[in-house]
């Protein structure tokens, strides 16, 4: 065990934490007869529980959504805790390439990479989570994550519709991981072909510089007036240039997915993931030249 005087370094090791979680456990597997990973190398951010952004959230999203002090102090009533004392951890988990592949093909319906991603993936992502804050609890460091807290909800946001207590992706947005896109996606130096998590400490990491200046920054849609790529992708018409409808969406991944996943793949799950997939911000921060190329 680590012991809190033994950690020169926080934000190094608890990157190395999660970097060696996904790049050496088993845990990490799409459980398919070809046993591939679910993830590949992820992506660590850190952001301050006194980053004027949860705030924000808070009042843009709605008064259910939990700053990181209101969740650490659900969790640890007694503690004596200020915003400052806490760190947003938060990392990026691209899908591999094989997955991206695939789902790039598709149209209507998810592949099958794609669905077990989606919830074989999902559950290693719990797992890094569990194994995030039993690392940090280990070493003497109060934490946990929001998403696998038994007060997390979901919830009705009045401006957004479908919300819950905490967003992963909020979270990655202000630890310097991405900016949003058309299609409600994060786009992350990785592409937006991903899920992310998180986990709320009490510890002292210097936080990760934020390299855009609006939540909207990295989409060629809201930055360029190019792209919408992904309204195109959509087989529901889900994305529009208003942006995206979730119910629409969730509408196509149960039951329509849902039933062809269990009828094609042979387990309970769904997915789609195609506004994800054969998009120029699939994979990286995309640029006007990726339009130009598929436009060739
Ligand atoms: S596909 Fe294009 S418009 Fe859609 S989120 Fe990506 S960059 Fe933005
Ligand atoms: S996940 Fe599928 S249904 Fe939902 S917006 Fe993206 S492409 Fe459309």
Redesign the pocket.
Known sequence: MTSKSCVQDPGAWIETTIKDFINTSPENTLRNSEGDKAWVDPLVGFSSGADPLYQFFKEDIGSFHWTPLEIFTKTFPSAQVTPDQLTVISWVLPHTEVTKADNRTETVYPSERWARARIFGERVNRKLRGHVVETLQGSGYDAVAPMLSPFFEGKTSEQYGFASTWSERHAAYASGLGTFGL?DGLITPRGKAMRCGSVVARIAIPPTNRPYLDHYAYCLFFAEGLCGR?IQ????G??TEAG?DKEQ?LN??SPTTADYVKSHFGFEGYG????QTNVPCESKIPTRDDVHEEKK
């Open positions: 299609s992904c992708r959509c087989p529901v889900a994305i995206h969406c196509h991944l789609c993931g195609l506004c």
